[in-house]
């Protein structure tokens, strides 16, 4: 059994910042590729950032140079390190992940979500 548990999200003025963090548990022999999802009400759910286990980055255009993913091995946590922040930023957080169960069993998981809220 894998799980995602994300924690950071709030409310936040424009222009503020917030961190995000996704720590992977339970049965784990390796976590590969860990990235960050958002969904706004009404609208569908849009990658945000990824991070290879090489600490290899992606970013949506709508984020880059404001956010800034960023992953701890040992501990098996990505973060999100969110700036600059924009009401159009407003959505539910999800983090996302390749995990290695076993040396012959690989699934991908998905954490709960966790809201942030950017006011103007």
């Known amino acids: 059994q894998v799980q995602l548990v994300e924690s950071g999200g709030g409310l936040v003025q424009a222009g503020g910042s917030l961190r995000l963090s996704c720590a992977a548990s339970?049965?784990?022999?390796?976590?590969?590729?860990m990235g960050w999802y958002r969904q706004a009400p009404g609208k569908q759910r849009e990658f945000v950032a990824a991070?290879?286990?090489?600490?290899?980055?992606n970013y949506v255009d709508s984020v880059k140079g404001r956010f800034t993913i960023s992953r701890d091995n040992a501990k098996n946590t990505v973060y999100l390190q969110m700036n600059s922040l924009k009401p159009e930023d407003t959505a539910v957080y999800y983090c996302?992940?390749?995990?290695?169960?076993?040396?012959?069993?690989?699934?991908?998981?998905w954490g709960q979500g966790t809201q942030v809220t950017v006011s103007s």
């Open positions: 991070i290879t286990s090489g600490s290899s980055t």
């Open positions: 996302n992940a390749d995990v290695w169960a076993t040396p012959w069993h690989k699934s991908n998981y």
């Open positions: 339970g049965t784990i022999s390796a976590v590969n590729d």
